[in-house]
Structure formats: C-alpha cells, structure tokens
C-alpha cells in the first residue's frame, strides 16, 4: 500500500494534458487514501499522513495550472448534469450537437417558408400594384444591383 504517486514533468505546450494529468494523479490519489482509511491501523498513521500531503501537493499543482486553462469555459451542464451523475462528459457535446441540428432544420425550414411567402406576396403585389412594384424594381436594381423579378407562378 505504500505505492508512490510520482509527479509528471509538466510540458509547458499542453496545458489541457498537464491539467489532465496532474487531475489523474490526484484522484488516484484520493482513491488510495480511501483504500488505506477503509483499512486504517493505527502503525498506518504515517503512511496516511503522507498519503494526505501528498493530497495536498496534488491541489496545490492543480492551482499552479489554473492559469494556463483559465480561458477555456467548461459548461456547469457539465458538471452537473454529466459528471456528478456519472455519465461521459462527452456526451454533453453529443447532446449540444444534437440540439444543433434539430435548431438548424427549424430554422431553415422558417427560411424557405419566408421565401415562399416573399415570393407569393411579390407576385400579388405585382398583380395588384404594376406601376409601384415597376418603380420598386428599378428603384432596387439601382441600388443593389439586383431587384425582386417577380415569381411566375
């Protein structure tokens, strides 16, 4: 049970992997605590003592490198809804994109409704109103280098 958790040497180009790391260690850490205390004699105080240091030195790495990953935002749907439930983080990104997609069909499907109805209303408005739709055409192909021809239906 005296297994010694080694530190890794950090590499200061990836700091996600470092962060990762130095978390692993920490947990297995904390795992290993949990073993001995579960287990606990009182000749093992010493042992628990270091292991609990070693605890500490663990949470005191991981706070040296809050400062190269504070840029990256971590969603508390994350931390809430995924890993205090034991579920795979990753499947938080599987949801959002899921999500996405349904979102993006609804809204491109508004989109072609708009385009429908833009080009029924033009084509009525060309029927109902020739001269002022006639000046309206000129007027944005003047501007825009384009105008609404209107649909033939």
């Known amino acids: 049970m005296d297994n010694q958790i080694t530190q890794p040497p950090l590499r200061a180009t990836v700091p996600l992997e470092n962060l990762e790391a130095q978390l692993e260690l920490f947990i297995e850490n904390v795992r290993q605590i949990e073993l001995f205390v579960s287990d606990v004699q009182p000749q093992g105080q010493s042992v628990l003592n270091q292991k609990l240091n070693g605890m500490i030195t663990g949470l005191q790495n991981i706070d040296k490198l809050r400062s190269q990953v504070q840029d990256v935002y971590v969603p508390l ?24 997609l349904v979102t993006n069909e609804n809204v491109k499907g508004k989109i072609e409704g708009f385009q429908k109805f833009k080009g029924k209303m033009l084509l009525e408005l060309f029927k109902t109103f020739p001269n002022e739709m006639d000046s309206y055409r000129a007027y944005r192909n003047a501007s825009v280098g384009g105008g609404d021809d209107p649909p033939t239906a």
Do not use: A, G, M, R
């Open 77 to 100: 749907e994350v931390c809430y809804d995924y890993i205090d439930q034991n579920k795979n983080p990753q499947l938080f990104t599987k949801n959002c994109l899921e999500k996405t």
